[in-house]
């Protein structure tokens, strides 16, 4: 699949995005936070729990599946003052090279970075 084939709706941003895995976060049940974390969530996040997941959709078509994971006190209104990771479990099969480079455009048209700090979120 080539570079291309990954393109987003315009209408879909960065942000809308991680606020909506914030939302499924604050409205996650207690029955959510049993699952175990991906082994490199784990390794870097030690205490880190299941604060809430979702499914993306495009079109009707599934694309990935993301978990929220937070470290004890998060809070989602002051989400930068903690650590957290944010899983993307691809449904379809795009190349790491076609998803690099489809989220750098998307951070690039959001932030308006210049050439040099594209260049540093590919390494």
Do not use: C, K
């Not at 809430?52 to 989602?76: C, H, K, N």
């Not at 932030?111 to 594209?118: E, N, P």
């Amino acid at each position: 699949m080539h570079a291309g084939a990954l393109a987003a709706p315009r209408g879909v941003r960065r942000r809308q995005a991680l606020l909506a895995v914030a939302a499924v976060a604050i409205g996650a049940g207690s029955g959510a936070r049993a699952s175990v974390a991906p082994q490199e969530i784990r390794t870097a996040l030690p205490t880190a729990v299941l604060s809430g997941s979702t499914r993306f959709t495009y079109w009707g078509f599934s694309v990935y599946d993301a978990s929220l994971w937070v470290v004890p006190g998060f809070e989602a209104r002051e989400f930068d003052q903690h650590r957290f990771a944010l899983h993307l479990q691809y449904l379809r099969n795009f190349s790491n090279a076609a998803i690099t480079e489809r989220s750098v455009l998307e951070m690039a048209r959001q932030s308006g970075a210049t050439a040099q700090r594209r260049a540093v979120w590919t390494q």
